[in-house]
């Protein structure tokens, strides 16, 4: 039971990709789910996480005004809109599921299961 993220790519400096997690064996419409991204060398960081009912959505500083976390709980799908992309956003995206109600753990890797493959973006400067 895994949430799996796809779409990532190569893209240029500036340029924008859209990034879906789906579910297979999950009702992803369960769940909050978290975006978070794995640089080279470095651990999971929180990326952008939106609430059940896609209402809420939460970013990191890194990300706001560029990126936009949605759900189509109807297709059992999140998606991440990444716009205005800089060559520090180069890394593996992975997608996860979070049961707790709003709280610090929705930031962090520990609050969250369901993990699968990551998709790898690269951006080129």
């Known amino acids: 039971v895994q949430l799996q993220a796809f779409g990532g790519g190569l893209v240029q400096s500036g340029g924008s990709l859209r990034l879906s997690c789906a579910a297979s064996g999950v009702t992803v419409s369960y769940y909050n789910i978290g975006w978070f991204h794995q640089r080279p060398g470095k651990g999971r960081e929180f990326v952008a996480a939106i609430d059940r009912s896609g209402l809420n959505a939460y970013y990191a500083d890194s990300v706001k005004g560029r990126f936009t976390i949605s759900r189509v709980n109807a297709k059992n799908t999140v998606y991440l809109q990444m716009n205005s992309l800089k060559p520090e956003d180069t890394a593996v995206y992975y997608c996860?599921?979070?049961?707790?109600?709003?709280?610090?753990?929705?930031?962090?890797?520990?609050?969250?299961?369901?993990w699968g493959q990551g998709t790898q973006v690269t951006v080129s400067s």
């Open positions: 996860a599921a979070n049961s707790g109600p709003y709280g610090i753990t929705w930031f962090q890797t520990t609050g969250y299961k369901n």
